[in-house]
């Protein structure tokens, strides 16, 4: 297996344009992760699906993020608009329920300018 | 809630040394517990967890980490670090298996030659 798989890994876009990252879970894997990495702030959970479903966003920091996962395949982390305090690195990671660890993707490094 | 906390940002250690990188966890009910590391510019990847049963595990790459329910503690050690060993690592809690992870602030471990 390829592992879980972000696109892009890495993007520079000026502050007010829209940002979409994208992630493609393991195969089989039906729980989905997006976290968000700064140097201030850690390692912070922003979404959390489960079977295709939202299951807890309290970590999206404001209405600009947003988050959707159309099938078992494919998952969209948009910023709309983006501001330079949205710069960090962005990680995807799936999960089998009722089993094991989370699995990283390689991060989307982003840069707001 | 539950929460990590690794109470030392960087270690340094001579090669051929031990490690122990410390991490303390707070959650009502028995953990999940969980080391990752990240090398520079990638993702993370999972050393070794936690469920249940023996509370000395054993991870890849020589790593093991104890269990200590009475001092809320799972403390990662190594008996001699090697110099691809520098990185940062992580503990992280969950609920359960398949959940929502909370990640400790992470240590960045420096190997000395």
């Known amino acids: 297996d390829a592992g879980v798989i972000q696109s892009p890994r890495h993007e520079v876009t000026e502050m007010g344009q829209e940002v979409t990252l994208r992630c493609k879970p393991i195969?089989?894997?039906?729980?989905l992760f997006w976290y968000r990495q700064t140097m201030m702030r850690g390692l912070e959970l922003l979404i959390y699906?489960?079977?295709?479903?939202?299951?807890?966003d309290s970590g999206m920091p404001e209405d600009r993020f947003s988050a959707k996962m159309p099938n078992a395949s494919f998952s969209t982390l948009k910023i709309q608009p983006s501001e330079p305090r949205d710069s960090a690195v962005y990680f995807c990671?799936?999960?089998?329920?009722?089993?094991?660890?989370?699995?990283f993707g390689q991060g989307t490094r982003l840069t707001v300018v | 809630a539950q929460s990590v906390t690794q109470p030392d940002i960087h270690i340094t250690v001579s090669e051929g040394a031990s490690l122990e990188l410390r991490c303390n966890y707070s959650?009502?009910?028995?953990?999940?517990l969980f080391w990752y590391v990240q090398s520079p510019g990638q993702g993370l990847q999972l050393l070794l967890k936690?469920?249940?049963?023996?509370?000395l595990v054993q991870g890849i790459k020589g790593f093991e980490a104890e269990f200590k329910r009475s001092q809320s503690s799972f403390n990662l050690r190594k008996p001699s670090v090697h110099w691809s060993d520098a990185a940062e690592y992580f503990c992280?809690?969950?609920?359960?298996?398949?959940?929502?992870?909370?990640f400790g602030g992470g240590t960045r471990l420096m190997v000395k030659p």
């Open positions: 990671a799936s999960s089998l329920q009722r089993n094991t660890e989370a699995f």
């Open positions: 195969s089989g894997h039906n729980s």
């Open positions: 699906f489960n079977n295709n479903v939202p299951i807890d």
């Open positions: 959650y009502g009910a028995t953990p999940y």
């Open positions: 936690y469920f249940s049963g023996d509370t």
């Open positions: 992280a809690v969950g609920a359960s298996a398949g959940n929502m992870l909370t």
